[in-house]
């Protein structure tokens, strides 16, 4: 009865009269993409297709894991670092696409992504911005995984572009005797600084342009607004503690990969795994 006590909650969640209202909300709001497609479509960017498929798929994935989420509200603690890791691990494959041909993308990916967001994760929890439980370590560390993920894509997406349009340069470079990592370093930064453009603006913006969305919920829910604040930067410190430490790990780790034993610039988009 215990084991099957998860899934009859669940299946108690979808018969709850507010998953109508929110179905109801879904379809007005799909109405106004479809308007998107249609633009789309007149203006012939040809973007119907894809912008359907990212609906339809975000839809049933966000669901699957508002689902997902209902049943390990029941489980114990130590499945939130079994479920966080299977979230960096879909996180990597994800960002490696961003960096595809750079040789090591996938283990430099895991590693950069692993070290910058748990890192994070364990040093908030253990300081207890976030609660030691399912509940919380679950839905935060998704947000900082995500966003660590985010920022490894833009910085790999830098770099590879920085190596192809610098090869000349780099292997004249080493011709003249400079040592790869001295040649490497000033593209490395350019791609780090370039992924976390993003998360600097949002700081900047925070507050003052958008209120996001936890500090709306907070309030919405009633708590204390300057507490709700304070939250709020806390989450937005974390995003960017985490995406920091990512890209730079990520940018130095593939910087390490490119070159042969020979101290040879590797081309790029033939190289292996």
Same mark, same amino acid.
């Given at each position: %009865?215990?084991?099957?006590?998860?899934? #009859?909650?669940?299946?108690?969640?979808?018969?709850?009269?507010?998953?109508?209202?929110?179905?109801?909300?879904?379809?007005?709001a799909s109405l106004l993409?479809?308007? #998107?497609?249609?633009?789309?479509?007149? *203006?012939?960017? !040809?973007?119907?297709?894809?912008?359907?498929i990212a609906l339809v798929?975000?839809?049933?994935?966000?669901?699957?894991?508002?689902?997902?989420?209902?049943?390990?509200?029941?489980?114990?603690?130590?499945?939130?670092?079994?479920?966080?890791?299977?979230?960096?691990?879909? +996180?990597?494959?994800?960002?490696?696409?961003?960096?595809?041909?750079?040789?090591?993308?996938?283990?430099?990916?895991?590693?950069?992504?692993?070290?910058?967001?748990?890192?994070?994760?364990?040093? %908030?929890?253990?300081? @207890?911005?976030?609660?030691?439980?399912? *509940?919380?370590?679950?839905?935060?560390?998704?947000?900082?995984? +995500?966003?660590?993920?985010?920022?490894?894509?833009?910085?790999? /997406?830098?770099?590879?572009?920085?190596?192809?349009?610098?090869?000349?340069?780099?292997? !004249?470079?080493?011709?003249?005797?400079?040592s790869p990592t001295a040649?490497?370093? *000033?593209?490395?930064?350019? @791609?780090?600084?370039?992924?976390?453009?993003?998360?600097? /603006?949002?700081?900047?913006?925070?507050?003052?342009?958008?209120?996001?969305?936890?500090?709306?919920?907070?309030?919405?829910? @009633?708590?204390?607004?300057?507490?709700? +604040?304070?939250?709020?930067?806390?989450? %937005?410190?974390?995003?960017?503690?985490? @995406?920091?430490?990512?890209? %730079?790990?990520?940018?130095?780790?593939?910087?390490?990969?490119?070159?042969?034993?020979?101290?040879?610039?590797?081309?790029?988009?033939?190289?292996?795994?």
């Open positions: %009865m215990n084991t099957l006590a998860p899934i #009859v909650d669940l299946l108690g969640q979808f018969q709850d009269p507010v998953v109508w209202t929110g179905l109801a909300q879904v379809f007005v993409a479809v308007v #998107v497609v249609g633009i789309s479509r007149y *203006r012939e960017l !040809a973007l119907e297709r894809e912008l359907g798929r975000g839809l049933i994935q966000i669901v699957a894991m508002g689902s997902i989420v209902g049943i390990l509200l029941t489980v114990d603690l130590v499945w939130s670092g079994v479920i966080l890791l299977g979230m960096m691990g879909g +996180a990597t494959w994800i960002s490696k696409n961003r960096g595809e041909g750079l040789p090591g993308v996938v283990r430099v990916s895991f590693l950069a992504i692993v070290f910058g967001s748990g890192l994070v994760i364990v040093t %908030m929890t253990l300081a @207890g911005a976030i609660e030691a439980n399912v *509940r919380n370590l679950v839905p935060v560390g998704s947000m900082i995984i +995500a966003n660590a993920m985010q920022i490894n894509s833009l910085a790999l /997406d830098r770099f590879k572009s920085e190596i192809n349009a610098n090869r000349e340069t780099i292997e !004249a470079e080493l011709a003249l005797g400079a040649v490497i370093s *000033r593209h490395v930064e350019t @791609g780090v600084r370039a992924s976390l453009i993003p998360v600097v /603006d949002s700081l900047k913006s925070l507050g003052w342009v958008w209120i996001p969305g936890i500090m709306a919920g907070m309030i919405l829910a @009633g708590e204390n607004p300057i507490y709700a +604040a304070l939250y709020q930067f806390v989450i %937005m410190a974390m995003i960017f503690g985490a @995406g920091g430490l990512t890209s %730079m790990t990520s940018s130095l780790l593939i910087g390490n990969y490119v070159f042969t034993e020979a101290d040879q610039l590797k081309a790029i988009d033939d190289a292996d795994e």
